[in-house]
């Protein structure tokens, strides 16, 4: 048998056996999932900083700081929240002025052992500088509204990025 035979057969033997013995191609290695934060600490740490990234582009926006977009730190019923907010302020040509402080950050529970982490904080927040003001320039802003502010703030993470699903007041004395 010539060599280019010899090669023909074995071409052939291979393709055989490949087909007898289900050749498939191997399968990729499966990557191990690592939770996105080492610890309900770190978790909640960054979950503060979102928060202050968020109340620092609120605040900007209340101001008429160009390109300010606070609603990039939002998702779910937090970001709706925000744009009916917005089209209620415009519609009643009413605008916030003044800045919000965040005073203090206390985690209250995380879920970080999924793909999608989820936290849970209470924020506190001095808005005494804050005013909503109408289409003449007078302060509007409710009576009953204390200098401070307490909210539950719930975080999600997706991917890379941890966005603020939902805010809402909590009566009690955290603050």
């Known amino acids: 048998m010539t060599t280019r035979g010899r090669r023909t057969v074995v071409v052939i033997v ?3 056996l490949g087909q007898l013995l289900g ?3 191997a399968a990729a290695p499966v990557p191990t999932p690592t939770p ?6 770190e978790a909640f740490a960054a ?3 979102v928060y202050r990234a968020y109340n620092d582009a609120v605040n900007a926006r209340s101001n008429g700081t160009e390109g300010a977009d606070p609603q990039r730190y939002l998702t779910g019923l937090a970001l709706e ?8 302020l415009s519609s009643s040509e009413l605008h916030v002025s003044g800045v ?6 206390f985690g209250e529970s995380a879920d970080i052992d999924g793909d999608f982490p989820t936290m849970t904080g209470i924020v506190c927040m001095d808005v005494s500088n804050v005013s909503l003001i109408n289409k003449s320039g007078a302060d509007v802003t409710p009576l009953e509204r204390g200098q401070k ?3 539950r703030v719930v975080f999600v993470g997706a991917g890379d990025a941890l966005r603020i699903s939902n805010e809402s007041m909590v009566d ?3 603050c």
Do not use: H, K
């Open 14 to 16: 291979a393709i055989a």
């Open 23 to 25: 050749c498939a191609p």
């Open 36 to 41: 996105a934060f080492a610890s309900e600490e």
């Open 47 to 49: 979950a503060e900083e």
């Open 81 to 88: 929240g925000d744009i009916d907010t917005q089209n209620l």
């Open 100 to 105: 919000a402080v965040v005073e203090a950050f």
């Open 149 to 151: 502010v307490e909210q």
């Open 172 to 174: 009690g004395s955290t």
